[in-house]
């Protein structure tokens, strides 16, 4: 049976009673009856050990591959699972043999875990790296040209752009990315497309099957309420010689001198398909729990699409009373007019502006000061670059200690900004308690955090 959205939905959830979770897009969860799943997964993996990981697990992972490729629209021998997202760029990567001369192009915004992948692989291959530095927000349409122009920059300096990694939804801030244009954009330049789609699967419709990306990752424990690690990755067929091993290499992988294009590795699968079907002896029961998921999403739930639906028009509603109720503004193109729809909010993310400004650092003044004449005619404050990470953790803290929720502050550009995750079990009434709560702390951030913020 159907159960509205809010939270009538929470009593499906594991979360504490006094704990309210605003925070879904960093870690995702999972509701009881996934639960259940899992801890029988598990329960069967002890009992008969060699059962389960020779036969079960295999027979398993099989059955969410095909679900998991259904919500993909794409072919179930062009998807495996992998621990996460990051692994799932990381595993693309490392695969790539790159040449002197070669270049990976991505932007300013990248997960920080696969930027460091990127330069961990500049330090061991002869590959660059060229960063496309920008400030959120700007449209859609801007990005692109940018990364044209980075793609024409690079080889006026002689470099062959070979792949291109950028979001299908920015971490943070939390935004949707034109994901859509630039795949197509790279494949008129004969780039290699590689979508680290984190926030992906779950979260937004997705189409592989039209789109065609080259390389595509997703994590289905964040917004596919599947438990910890569980991602997919997504290689269509005519880039799979490409992919000659799993990070680190196990059972799956296959000699050159052995590799046929003829005789499958093992009957009923394609080598890519048997690569990954075990990498090294880990818990990998959360991968099981797909069918799980997808009836709780079904029939709880009522499908994808009224998922979908309701994220983003949450996150809208959310982001616009706590802009309101601080008197600042949510993160979305500059100069839209009345009827626009904001690109960047096409999601159930949002990013709103705290009324925190980041100055220069001086030693004339106080590490952070309140100033009048912000909007709506109320004060912000300004916080020297050196105090940003004390004022963070304060943020961090207190909303974890005294408030039991949390929702990320950082900076961006010459703002502190904070990120709302929407999702099935909130509703309007619990951002309109989070508004309250953080003009609370913006009040008294400058008392608790301004004298230990010594510069």
Same mark, same amino acid.
């Given at each position: ?240 010689? *490409?992919? !000659?091993?799993?990070?680190? /290499?196990?059972?799956?992988? #296959?000699?050159?001198?052995?590799? =046929?294009?003829? &005789?499958? +590795? ?77 690109? *960047?909010? !096409?999601?159930?993310?949002? /990013?709103?502006?705290?009324? #925190?400004?980041?100055?220069?650092? =001086?030693?004339? &003044?106080? +590490? ?88």
């Amino acid at each position: 049976m159907t159960t509205p959205f809010g939270a009538p939905m929470r009593e499906h959830f594991l979360f504490d009673t006094n704990f309210k979770n605003l925070n879904h897009g960093s870690f995702g969860t999972y509701p009881r009856a996934v639960q259940t799943a899992l801890r029988q997964h598990q329960q069967d993996a002890e009992a008969r050990p060699d059962l389960f990981y020779r036969v079960t697990r295999a027979q398993g992972i099989d059955k969410s591959r095909r679900i998991v490729a259904d919500l993909l629209k794409v072919p179930v021998n062009e998807c495996v699972f992998v621990k996460n997202a990051t692994t799932g760029v990381g595993t693309v990567i490392r695969n790539l043999a790159f040449q002197p001369g070669d270049a990976i192009i991505y932007f300013d915004t990248i997960y920080g875990a696969v930027e460091k992948g990127l330069f961990s692989v500049a330090e061991s291959s002869p590959v660059q790296t060229r960063k496309i530095e920008y400030q959120l927000p700007i449209s859609h349409d801007e990005l692109v040209t940018r990364f044209r122009e980075a793609v024409r920059t690079a080889r006026a300096d002689g470099l062959n752009v070979r792949v291109a990694v950028f979001d299908l939804i920015v971490s943070m801030p939390g935004v949707r990315f034109p994901f859509e244009t630039l795949v197509q954009v790279c494949r008129d330049e004969g780039i290699l497309s590689l979508i680290d789609g984190a926030h992906g699967i779950g979260h937004v419709p997705l189409d592989l099957g039209s789109l065609q990306p080259d390389f595509f990752t997703s994590n289905l424990h964040k917004w596919l309420f599947i438990p910890r690690g569980c991602a997919v990755l997504y290689v269509p067929q005519r880039n799979q010689h *490409l992919i !000659r091993t799993t990070f680190p /290499t196990s059972w799956g992988y #296959i000699p050159p001198s052995t590799l =046929t294009a003829i &005789t499958p +590795a093992k009957p009923g699968k394609s080598s890519f398909e048997y690569l990954f079907e075990q990498i090294a002896t880990t818990d990998d029961t959360p991968w099981l729990c797909v069918p799980a998921a997808m009836k709780f999403r079904t029939e709880v739930c009522g499908g994808e699409d009224r998922i979908h639906a309701y994220l983003e028009k949450l996150a809208n509603e959310a982001a616009d009373l706590v802009a309101q109720a601080l008197g600042t503004e949510v993160m979305q193109e500059p100069g839209l007019k009345g009827g626009e729809v904001s690109q *960047l909010r !096409r999601c159930g993310l949002a /990013t709103i502006r705290l009324p #925190i400004a980041v100055v220069p650092n =001086t030693t004339s &003044t106080a +590490a952070i000061t309140r100033v009048a004449g912000g909007n709506n005619g109320t004060s912000f404050l300004r916080v020297q670059a050196a105090a940003v990470p004390a004022v963070c953790a304060w943020f961090q803290d207190t909303l974890l200690r005294r408030y039991e929720t949390f929702v990320p502050v950082f900076r961006h550009g010459d703002w502190l900004w904070t990120r709302l995750s929407a999702q099935v079990y909130l509703e309007k009434s619990d951002f309109e308690w989070l508004a309250g709560v953080l003009k609370e702390c913006c009040a008294r951030v400058k008392t608790e955090v301004g004298e230990t913020a010594k510069l």
